[in-house]
T-cell receptor, first 112, second 113 residues
Framework: EDQVTQSPEALRLQEGESSSLNCSYT??????LFWYRQDPGKGPEFLFTLYSAGEEKEKERLKATLTKKESFLHITAPKPEDSATYLC?????????????FGRGTSLIVHP | GAGVSQSPSNKVTEKGKDVELRCDPI?????LYWYRQSLGQGLEFLIYFQGNSAPDKSGLPSDRFSAERTGGSVSTLTIQRTQQEDSAVYLCASSPKISGELFFGEGSRLTVL
């Protein structure tokens, strides 16, 4: 069964303290891995798509990387405004269509 | 350009009542998804519409849940005879392509008393 597992569930960092979030997946025939950011009371906001092992994408203090079994979201010198829940998703096959399946997310809090 | 619009943003109802939640996707987006997010839980897939194809209803938790999409645009999620376990945030998302990134609305928070 296709699965997406994120770790850790929660992460507290001091401002400027770099770290990484993990998303491991089991899916046959990866059709992309997606990262989203979700602020409290809001819908998820798209960040990155990665399609093949070795691919990297960057946006400000965030960098996403992909291997054949997992993806990392690296946060360099985070700021309090980076506090949010970060979700990853992979499309799973469903009767001819592909449905994005989400992990439970990592709740990140960055203290000033 | 407007994003995905959902209404109502908040809905409080009594157990046993029916509710309708509306989603207005981004213009031109052919794919539309409904997800449910309960407190502390991940996003649970409910239903998927793609163009004029038959919807993928594989995520609907019971026959009390139904959804339609009229004219390839606006979608309505209906929950009949609501139960307390239906309390959650219902999120709608649209996408310009199959297996593409999703653009989410702000969600409709449903509370069943």
């Amino acid at each position: 069964e296709d699965q997406v597992t994120q770790s850790p569930e929660a992460l507290r960092l001091q401002e400027g303290e770099s770290s990484s979030l993990n998303c491991s997946y089991t899916v046959s025939g990866l059709r992309g891995l997606f990262w989203y950011r979700q602020d409290p009371g809001k819908g998820p906001e798209f960040l990155f798509t990665l399609y093949s092992a070795g691919e990297e994408k960057e946006k400000e203090r965030l960098k996403a990387t992909l291997t054949k079994k997992e993806s990392f979201l690296h946060i360099t010198a985070p700021k309090p405004e980076d506090s949010a829940t970060y979700l990853c998703a992979v499309p799973r096959s469903s009767g001819g269509s592909y449905i994005p399946t989400f992990g439970r997310g990592t709740s990140l809090i960055v203290h000033p | 350009g407007a994003g995905v619009s959902q209404s109502p943003s908040n809905k409080v109802t009594e157990k046993g009542k029916d509710v309708e939640l509306r989603c207005d996707p981004i213009s031109g987006h052919t794919a539309l998804y409904w997800y449910r997010q309960s407190l502390g839980q991940g996003l649970e897939f409910l239903i998927y519409f793609q163009g004029n194809s038959a919807p993928d209803k594989s995520g609907l938790p019971s026959d009390r849940f139904s959804a339609e999409r009229t004219g390839g645009s606006v979608s309505t999620l209906t929950i009949q005879r609501t139960q307390q376990e239906d309390s959650a945030v219902y999120l709608c998302a649209s996408s310009p392509k199959i297996s593409g990134e999703l653009f989410f609305g702000e969600g409709s928070r449903l509370t069943v008393l």
